[in-house]
């Protein structure tokens, strides 16, 4: 061991123990690492580069705990490289009082400062009551089942991406994303309801192959700086987007924050008929 790696390493060590012996929290860390064995998180956790839970390991993660993805950029594309993949199952279940929380960590944030929570090939992932923010992707979810309920995506390029995943998406707050949601279904059967868009540049993005089978209603849908709906150039498929609010009821307004085979014809269409007349209440967090 070169002395200068000695010496940070002694460094590292009083600083332990003096944090230990004065009571303060001393961060979970990891670098680059692998979790094989079930594991549980609380207080505070540092991510550097990419963490991956294995399969036949399930990740808990306790009521106020604060997972932060330092920035690194080695690829020089301006995403930070922080990234947590559960190839085993996920069990994130926050309560109101106390969210868990997933976000940048350094001083000053910003929108993808870190690059996503992917929940892959998982059974029965729970993600309730937590926080994401400033990622590429706050949270994908791939050829999983899961349920995303009670929380809080904002400041993400995109709060949430699906493909190929029985999810049930309800009672979020998806506010100030680019992109709110983004899917490429490929025969997911999924249901989107109860959650609350707004302030987004596109609170939905349908990339490709989305159809009848995700289910999209009783959502409230306001705000949108550019569209509420926007068809990727491989939507080619109609999408039911029937009895949601839209922040009017005036139809024309509605198209208006539509971007589907209305405006360009190789594309599918947007139904939003019929619609509802008021607010529903009860959507986002509860």
Same mark, same amino acid.
């Given at each position: 061991m070169?002395?200068?790696a000695?010496?940070?390493?002694?460094?590292?060590?009083?600083?332990?123990?003096?944090?230990?012996?004065?009571?303060a929290?001393?961060?979970?860390?990891?670098d680059?690492?692998y979790?094989?064995? @079930?594991?549980?998180?609380?207080?505070t956790?540092?991510?550097?580069g990419?963490?991956?839970?294995?399969?036949?390991s399930?990740?808990?993660?306790?009521?106020?705990t604060?997972v932060?993805?330092e920035?690194?950029?080695?690829?020089?594309?301006?995403?930070?490289?922080?990234?947590?993949?559960?190839?085993?199952?996920?069990?994130?279940?926050g309560?109101?009082?106390?969210?868990?929380?997933?976000?940048?960590?350094?001083?000053?944030?910003?929108?993808?400062?870190w690059?996503?929570?992917?929940v892959?090939?998982?059974? @029965?992932?729970?993600?309730?009551?937590?926080?994401?923010e400033y990622a590429?992707?706050?949270?994908?979810?791939?050829?999983?089942?899961?349920?995303i309920?009670n929380?809080?995506?904002?400041?993400?390029?995109?709060?949430?991406?699906?493909?190929?995943? @029985?999810?049930?998406?309800?009672?979020? @707050?998806?506010?100030?994303?680019?992109?709110g949601?983004r899917?490429?279904a490929?025969?997911?059967?999924?249901?989107?309801?109860?959650?609350?868009?707004s302030?987004?540049?596109?609170?939905?993005?349908p990339?490709?192959?989305?159809?009848?089978?995700?289910?999209?209603?009783g959502?409230?849908?306001?705000?949108?700086?550019?569209?509420d709906?926007?068809?990727?150039?491989?939507?080619?498929?109609?999408?039911?987007?029937?009895?949601?609010?839209w922040?009017?009821?005036?139809?024309r307004?509605?198209?208006?924050?539509?971007?589907?085979?209305?405006?360009?014809?190789?594309?599918?269409?947007v139904?939003?008929?019929?619609?509802?007349?008021?607010?529903?209440?009860?959507?986002?967090?509860?």
């Open positions: 070169h002395p200068p000695l010496f940070r390493n002694a460094f590292l060590l009083c600083f332990v123990l003096a944090a230990a012996a004065s009571g929290e001393v961060p979970l860390r990891y680059h690492g979790i094989t064995q @079930d594991t549980t998180w609380s207080g956790v540092i991510l550097h990419q963490t991956v839970v294995k399969r036949g399930t990740l808990t993660i306790l009521p106020g604060v932060k993805f920035w690194i950029d080695e690829d020089g594309d301006e995403i930070g490289d922080g990234e947590l993949t559960v190839e085993g199952r996920l069990v994130a279940k309560t109101k009082e106390r969210f868990i929380t997933f976000t940048s960590a350094r001083e000053n944030p910003r929108m993808k400062d690059t996503y929570l992917q892959s090939v998982n059974k @029965d992932a729970v993600i309730e009551y937590c926080r994401f590429f992707s706050g949270l994908q979810v791939h050829y999983s089942t899961a349920t309920r929380c809080l995506f904002r400041n993400n390029f995109e709060g949430i991406r699906f493909s190929t995943t @029985d999810v049930r998406i309800e009672n979020n @707050d998806i506010v100030d994303n680019y992109y949601i899917c490429e490929h025969g997911s059967r999924t249901v989107i309801t109860k959650n609350r868009f302030g987004n540049e596109f609170a939905f993005f990339v490709q192959r989305n159809w009848d089978s995700v289910k999209i209603h959502n409230n849908f306001e705000g949108s700086a550019g569209y709906v926007k068809f990727g150039v491989n939507q080619k498929q109609d999408m039911d987007f029937t009895k949601n609010w922040g009017t009821s005036d139809p307004e509605i198209a208006a924050k539509i971007y589907d085979g209305e405006r360009e014809g190789t594309l599918g269409r139904r939003f008929v019929p619609f509802l007349a008021e607010r529903v209440e009860g959507c986002g967090i509860r």
